[in-house]
């Protein structure tokens, strides 16, 4: 039996104290453009999944990542404005 997504996320928690906890970066070769890849972990065990665009680097991602923690992902107006 495989594990179901709700067992490793607790599904009584507040939305507002969702936080994000770490970003990794993750890059795809092989493919017919060079992609990379963002991952959002949150301290409720949520995960989100996104790309970097418009000519952004890995670096400059990651470079974001110490105004991103500890911040709510559901808050995007204030992340964007940060």
């Known amino acids: 039996m495989t594990d179901s997504v709700e067992q490793h996320v607790n599904t009584s928690s507040r939305p507002s104290e969702l936080k994000i906890t770490d970003l990794r970066i993750a890059n795809l070769a092989g493919i017919p453009m060079r992609v990379t890849l963002i991952r959002i972990d949150t301290n409720q065990g949520l995960c989100g ?34």
Request: hydrophobic fraction near 30%; charge should be positive.
């Open 49 to 82: 999944y996104g790309e970097v665009r418009d000519g952004a680097s890995k670096t400059y991602a990651l470079a974001l990542k110490r105004h991103l923690i500890g911040e709510n992902p559901c808050n995007i107006d204030k992340i964007f404005r940060k």
